[in-house]
T-cell receptor, first 113, second 114 residues
Framework: GDSVTQMEGPVTLSEEAFLTINCTYTATGYPSLFWYVQYPGEGLQLLLKATKADDKGSNKGFEATYRKETTSFHLEKGSVQVSDSAVYFCALHYGGATNKLIFGTGTLLAVQP | DAGVIQSPRHEVTEMGQEVTLRCKPISGHDYLFWYRQTMMRGLELLIYFNNNVPIDDSGMPEDRFSAKMPNASFSTLKIQPSEPRDSAVYFC????????????FGPGTRLTVT
């Protein structure tokens, strides 16, 4: 079945470091892909999305490119800040006539000053 | 828009008691999802509704859990009787099929069963 695999955390970086969080997926067809972010004590928020191959989603300095050939959607940011410390979830649309999403296990990012 | 509203934000109860969690989705959204998040199991989808009708409840852990959506602006998740292993953060999310696939999450209800 469809699934999402994320790199395990925690990822610990110093402020202004480059960030990559890996996400790969298994799916039939061409799913839509999402990154969500969860700050401490809050619900998940949509960070960015891409709906077809080679699309690049971007928001708040974060980017991810939908790579069909490698079935990947890696999250990147050129210079992280302490305020980026959160849990990041990769997700895909299940397909068909529902709005159900399949989420990865989440990756905790801790940015130190 | 006010976003997805959940109540209560925190609930502490004793084992065996009934617990009811409430959710108000974003106005106009036609999908509503209930999730549970724990350190051990991560984020789990419990049940989801489309136009107030339950579509998939395969994630509901036991018969002690039940969910209803009597109208487009309100849903409840009930646990009866509650057990300590039900302690978790419960999220409600909503989405609109025609406006994209992304889900909008509420702030969650932190449930502690002692």
């Amino acid at each position: 079945g469809d699934s999402v695999t994320q790199m395990e955390g925690p990822v610990t970086l110093s402020e202004e470091a480059f960030l990559t969080i890996n996400c790969t997926y298994t799916a039939t067809g061409y799913p839509s892909l999402f990154w969500y972010v969860q700050y401490p004590g809050e619900g998940l928020q949509l960070l960015l999305k891409a709906t077809k191959a080679d699309d690049k989603g971007s928001n708040k300095g974060f980017e991810a490119t939908y790579r069909k050939e490698t079935t990947s959607f890696h999250l990147e940011k050129g210079s992280v800040q302490v305020s980026d410390s959160a849990v990041y979830f990769c997700a895909l649309h299940y397909g068909g006539a529902t709005n159900k999403l399949i989420f990865g296990t989440g990756t905790l990012l801790a940015v130190q000053p | 828009d006010a976003g997805v509203i959940q109540s209560p934000r925190h609930e502490v109860t004793e084992m065996g008691q009934e617990v009811t969690l409430r959710c108000k989705p974003i106005s106009g959204h036609d999908y509503l999802f209930w999730y549970r998040q724990t350190m051990m199991r991560g984020l789990e989808l419990l049940i989801y509704f489309n136009n107030n009708v339950p579509i998939d409840d395969s994630g509901m852990p036991e018969d002690r859990f039940s969910a209803k959506m009597p109208n487009a602006s309100f849903s409840t998740l009930k646990i009866q009787p509650s057990e300590p292993r039900d302690s978790a953060v419960y999220f409600c999310a909503s989405s609109h099929r025609e406006k994209g696939l992304e889900q909008y999450f509420g702030p969650g209800t932190r449930l502690t069963v002692t």
